[in-house]
């Protein structure tokens, strides 16, 4: 069965790091862009860090630059967000997609992704 396991979030205070996992099982990412999106409570889904799985170009919203990294593991069945230093504002549920778009054009813009993970809670408290 194909499917994405996304995983690591968690409550952390302001400042703290926490580093979600999206695990691929039945395929690989080989082919496809590999993005971690999030909403808030009472707000529509965003794109936060996308990546190319072949050649790891990669695309992060402002708020997070510098402070977030987008990786992948030499399988490609994993694929990585380390977050640092975060904000409250960051408190969202996360989940992670896979499309064969573009890595920065499936951040930027809705797309109707050919796989979706179920959501991981992560809350920063202040």
């Known amino acids: 069965e194909v499917q994405l396991q996304a995983s690591g979030g968690g409550l952390v205070q302001a400042g703290g790091s926490l580093r979600l996992s999206c695990a691929a099982s039945g395929f690989t990412f080989r082919g496809y862009s590999v993005g971690w999106f999030r909403q808030a409570s009472g707000k529509g889904r965003e794109g936060v860090a996308c990546?190319?799985?072949?050649?790891?170009?990669?695309y992060y919203r402002d708020n997070v630059k510098g402070r977030f990294t987008i990786s992948y593991n030499i399988a490609r069945t994993t694929v990585y967000l380390q977050m640092n230093n975060l904000k409250p504002e960051d408190t969202a549920v996360y989940y992670c997609?896979?499309?064969?778009?573009?890595?920065?054009?499936?951040?930027?813009?809705?797309?109707?992704?050919?796989?979706w993970g179920k959501g991981t809670q992560v809350t920063v408290s202040s």
């Open positions: 990546i190319d799985s072949g050649d790891g170009r990669s």
């Open positions: 997609g896979a499309d064969p778009g573009p890595y920065d054009g499936i951040c930027r813009y809705t797309y109707d992704m050919d796989w």
